[in-house]
């Protein structure tokens, strides 16, 4: 019985936060759009995301490349079938291994560590210190980061996606002597408008997701050490679980426009 | 009560400078937390009023509701004759320029240079002085004051418990405040630290004549920087007095304050 209640607890618990996380979306469109403008701030955070993760990145994507390439190929070997393998690996890549892993990468990356700095700014009361010196912290902190993130996670996805590719292609070369062109141009050739336009608006929203759930826990934070180790952790696990549904939701929508 | 009444009815004084800042009937609560009771305080212009009390009475509960960090549930804050409750974010935030604030645990912006910090309060507030001055000038006089000038580029990080004291105090001078309210300025340094900033407190208001707020529950913080003392117990102003007037009374709740 008591299991039973506390599941319903935690199920409660969790509308309650999503309430919350609208309302501190809602607030984000509000205040973004009205000046005065955080452009310094902003650019220095694109910078500070862009050079924390782009070697993380590039290490995922480059092994995700080799890995997918290597396990695939005896089976397509079995049917005669490796020259399909560069259509293969660039659909499953750009349309959905790459933006989703990417993307967990940079939750585990940024969004704790928005968790963490936002969290421990409040609990030391910078947050509280900025708002008294006329600088109000919504815009100067969570607007900038929330900005940066839609903007860095699409770009660090392409760039992700490119050395998986690349990868790929390392491995085709050495046990197929496949070029480079020829490589290449398969892969472009197999990629449609219909598989490139759905996987970057929808990493868009993942870079939404991962600085808004980061923002949001760290904005919020509890008092004490604990709040900031808690802020983080809870930032990565939110976001993560906020990803696969965005993901399933765009497979959906996307399913949805090829019917038509 | 009756000790209350008796020291609070003292003769008034008619040639008592202006009021700049009042609370009356000031409740707050958490839940069932009830922290402020009906708290009410005065400050006149140019004095240092002392306020003690016991941690987690509600000491920065109540400084919080002062600037407008912290909603009251009900009760009037007047700050130099503006109503806060009632202020729009734009006045409100004119009227914090005349307000400092020293952060508990100094709240220095921890991913920003000592300059940095300095110049961070005046990027909302440059209009509040002639063009004339600029801000490296402005950083550098604020910094002299607490005799840090050599720190200017170093992180908060490098910087000692007493310093960054120094700094945030700078900080809060740098808009040269017309009142400084100072949330517990000598809580977690040592003794000889303390005293230094101490002293550093009342070269200020001599220097700039500021009306100060001082909340602690340091005794010997408030026997040398008090020109009047109010004690806060159970959520409510519990007595006013001098120094002198407060460690002679005889009631027991009194007392607990000044036994060492
Ligand atoms: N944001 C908050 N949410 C809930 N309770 C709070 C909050 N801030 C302070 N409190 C509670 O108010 C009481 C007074 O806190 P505080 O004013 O920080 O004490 P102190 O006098 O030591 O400065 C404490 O019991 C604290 O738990
Ligand atoms: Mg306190």
Known sequence: MSGIKSIENQFNSFLKEIGELSYFAGRYFKEALKPPFEFKELLRQCYSMGNRSLLLVAITGFIIGLVLTLQTRPTLLEFGAVSWMPSMVGISIVREIGPMIMALVCAGRIGSGIGAELGSMRVTEQIDAMEVSGTNPFKYLVVTRILATTLMIPLLIIIGDAIALYGSFLVENLKGNVSFTLYFNQVFDSLEFGDILPATIKSFFFGFAIGLVGCFKGYYCKKGTAGVGKAANSAVVFTSLLLFVIDFIAVFVADIFYEL | ?260
Do not use: W
């Not at chain 2, 709240?107 to 440059?126: C, K, Q």
């Not at chain 2, 580029?153 to 000692?160: A, G, I, R, T, V």
């Not at chain 2, 310093?163 to 040269?176: G, W």
């Open chain 2, 1 to 260: 009560m009756k000790e209350t009444q008796d020291i609070a009815n003292q003769p008034k004084n008619l040639e008592r400078p202006p009021i700049v800042l009042q609370i009356k009937d000031l409740y707050k609560s958490f839940g069932e937390n009830n922290v402020l009771n009906g708290f009410n305080m005065t400050l006149y212009k140019g004095e240092n009023l002392v306020i003690m009390g016991k941690s987690g009475s509600g000491k920065s509960v109540m400084i919080k509701c002062l600037v407008g960090l912290m909603e009251a549930d009900s009760g009037s804050i007047t700050v130099m004759d503006k109503d806060i409750t009632t202020l729009n974010q734009e006045t409100l935030d004119i009227l914090r320029a005349d307000i400092g604030f020293l952060f508990q645990g100094s709240a220095l912006y921890d991913s920003m240079t000592v300059r940095e910090n300095l110049e961070f309060p005046l990027r909302r507030h440059s209009e509040k002085f002639d063009h004339k001055t600029d801000t490296n000038t402005m950083v550098i006089e604020a910094l002299k004051n607490v005799g840090l000038e050599s720190a200017i580029d170093l992180m908060p990080s490098e910087l000692s418990g007493g310093m960054k004291r120094r700094v945030a105090l700078a900080r809060t001078l740098i808009l040269q405040p017309k009142i400084i309210l100072y949330d517990e300025p000598t809580s977690g340094l040592d003794p000889i630290t303390s005293k230094e900033i101490i002293l550093l407190m009342k070269d200020i208001q001599t220097k700039y004549n500021t009306s100060s707020l001082i909340i602690t529950h340091d005794v010997d913080c408030a026997r040398y920087i008090s020109d009047r003392m109010i004690l806060l117990i159970d959520g409510v102003d519990y007595t006013v007095g001098t120094f002198k007037e407060l460690s002679a009374s005889n009631d027991p709740k009194i007392r607990a304050f000044f036994k060492q």
